[in-house]
């Protein structure tokens, strides 16, 4: 078994405890449509890094990180509740910004090709 499969373990389980809760369990209206993209825990298992993708403008992301951080000690403890550790990893929440790269990335690539032919054929006219 390598060294790296417990973190990952224990990320995947972080990642869907996380998930279930936000959906059910957080009240704060901050959070709102919130989805946890993936969860990065540390070889020694003392810190869990969750990234997160939201909906919304740039205001409604930072209105998320600032509920996701107000959260953190609720989550924490329902967390504990759940997962069977010694110790829990300390939370920390990233947005991830994979998403929108790549949507950057293939509207780039679609310029290179000259567009996609809906964007070629002028008010859906031959």
Same mark, same amino acid.
């Given at each position: 078994?390598? %060294?790296? +499969? ?33 969860? !990065?825990? +540390? ?13 919304? +403008? /740039? ?17 924490? !403890?329902?967390?504990?509740? !759940? ?6 990893? /300390? ?9 929108? %790269?790549? /949507? ?15 964007? !070629? ?6």
């Amino acid at each position: 078994m390598s %060294q790296g +499969s417990r973190p990952d373990r224990v990320g995947d389980q972080i990642r869907a405890d996380l998930g279930d809760l936000l959906a059910r369990e957080v009240q704060d209206p901050g959070v709102g449509f919130t989805t946890i993209t993936r969860v !990065r825990v +540390s070889p020694d298992l003392s810190v869990a890094r969750v990234y997160y993708t939201s909906l919304g +403008s /740039e205001a409604a992301r930072r209105e998320t990180a600032k509920a996701l951080r107000r959260a953190t000690p609720f989550l924490r !403890r329902r967390l504990g509740r !759940r997962l069977r550790l010694r110790r829990l990893p /300390e939370l920390t929440f990233s947005y991830d910004e994979a998403l929108e %790269q790549q /949507e950057r990335v293939e509207r780039l690539l679609l310029d290179l090709r000259g567009g996609s032919d809906e964007e !070629r054929e002028p008010d859906g006219h031959d």
